[in-house]
């Protein structure tokens, strides 16, 4: 079990930009897919982007391709989600998770979860 703790939210307006980072304890953090989600108040949780542990492979819904870019820093058990041109839509709790694989990553109803990490974005 990977223990995972994000950071980096906050209020900033739209076009800006902000890193989110999420720091997991365990030595066995480099074999663990990384992924972030978000959820958004009255919605569903939504699947962001995802690393595998190599980071050679990532995913990234639609809604954020060419704006957001996953990576990760496995000498510091930590992965990042750089943000770039915000915008409202993007306003949600994000949260970390890590899984054995890309597929299971990807599942908003498996592998270990943070407690996540508020983004505002105003218009």
């Known amino acids: 079990q990977v223990q995972l703790v994000e950071s980096g939210g906050g209020l900033v307006q739209a076009g800006g930009s902000l890193r989110l980072s999420c720091a997991a304890s365990?030595?066995?953090?480099?074999?663990?897919?990384m992924g972030w989600f978000r959820q958004a108040p009255g919605k569903e949780r939504e699947f962001v982007a995802a690393?595998?542990?190599?980071?050679?492979?990532?995913r990234y819904v639609d809604s954020v391709k060419g704006r957001f870019t996953i990576s990760r820093d496995n000498a510091k058990n930590t992965v990042y989600l750089q943000m770039n041109t915000l915008k409202p839509e993007d306003t949600a709790v994000y949260y970390c998770?890590?899984?054995?694989?890309?597929?299971?990553?990807?599942?908003?109803?498996?592998?270990?979860w943070g407690q996540g990490t508020q983004v505002t974005v105003s218009s």
């Open positions: 365990g030595r066995t953090f480099s074999t663990y897919t």
């Open positions: 690393i595998t542990w190599s980071g050679r492979t990532t």
């Open positions: 998770n890590a899984a054995p694989d890309l597929l299971t990553t990807m599942d908003k109803n498996a592998g270990s």
